[in-house]
């Protein structure tokens, strides 16, 4: 079944512990402390990004593809964003539900915002757009019946105005965002993937492999093929 049989039962088991430290962190405490906990990780990722970014660009910043953009102590520019727009949320929830630390954590949802700025992804920047809409929006809910009410009808038609722009006007979109019809070339690396997705479409081929096993006959092989360029993941 799994073209990698070793490594799709080591990070089975990794996921497995994974899963299990989550429940005991989330048994072990409450809310508020919980969020400070989530937060305290997300806090050293954002400081050992700008000292990677700063102090030692050669590794904290792109050198290839995207250079200059940062990628702190991330592989690539998007890992990085993508773990950013998280740590926001997080450090903003810790800011709002510990008022006694809220200049720590305001300050630390803004380092993440400034990292995902940094990171050039322009994915990224619209999650964190639409992550801290949502929590304004809900805290503005809140705040009474009548406000959530006018704010719910509000969202409706910001959703019903940009979907029908993503419809009606789709190169105007892809050049706001600085994109082409490809998305960076990510609608290649998905078409690679229905390639080989077809081949084995129930089992796939193993728990985390594909993107890391090297050979002739591998999915990478075929998805390199058809997308015309190395992916190292999904995006």
């Known amino acids: ?109 803004g380092g993440a915002a400034f990292l995902v700025l940094m990171s050039t992804s322009k994915t990224s920047l619209l999650a964190l757009i639409l992550g801290a809409g949502m929590m304004a929006f809900v805290w503005l809910s809140r705040r009474g019946p009548l406000l959530g009410v006018f704010l719910t009808w509000v969202a409706v038609c910001v959703l019903l105005a940009v979907g029908s722009f993503v419809i009606l006007m789709p190169d105007q979109l892809f050049h706001l965002l600085g994109k082409d019809a490809t998305l960076t070339g990510r609608t290649n690396i998905w078409a690679g993937i229905d390639f080989v997705m077809h081949k084995q479409p129930v089992t796939g081929y193993g728990y985390g492999v594909v993107w890391s096993t090297e050979g002739e006959w591998t999915p990478l092989r075929w998805i390199t093929e058809v997308a015309g360029f190395r992916a190292y993941h999904a995006h």
């Open 1 to 109: 079944w799994s073209i990698d049989p070793s490594a799709t039962l080591r990070r089975f088991v990794a996921f497995a512990m994974t899963c299990l430290a989550g429940y005991v962190i989330a048994a072990r405490f409450s809310w508020s402390r919980l969020i400070e906990v989530i937060a305290v990780t997300y806090l050293i990722l954002i400081a050992g990004s700008f000292v990677m970014a700063i102090v030692f660009p050669d590794k904290g910043r792109m050198t290839e593809l995207f250079v200059g953009a940062w990628r702190g102590v991330f592989a690539e520019k998007n890992n990085l964003g993508a773990v950013m727009d998280v740590g926001f949320l997080a450090c903003l929830a810790a800011g709002i539900q510990v008022p006694k630390r809220r200049w720590l954590w305001f300050a630390a949802a």
